[in-house]
């Protein structure tokens, strides 16, 4: 798991829907913030890891724009 451009693109993709770029915008930003808080500290603990990674893919089922996430999963 790449955490810092994992980072970096969810922020950027929170910019874009908080923008108005994205349907459903600001469920959308809530959705990724939400995420993105599971990323851990230490990649060595799984149970965060495995948790982010779950609630990426969620994500870009839901959201096609939340796709490019997963490049870094």
Known sequence: MQVIALSNQGFCLIRSALAGRNNDGQQMAKEIAEAL????????????VDMAMDRIKELAIKYPECECLLAHI
Request: hydrophobic share 35%; net charge negative.
């Open 37 to 48: 808080h599971n990323l851990p500290e230490d990649i060595n603990n799984t149970f965060l």
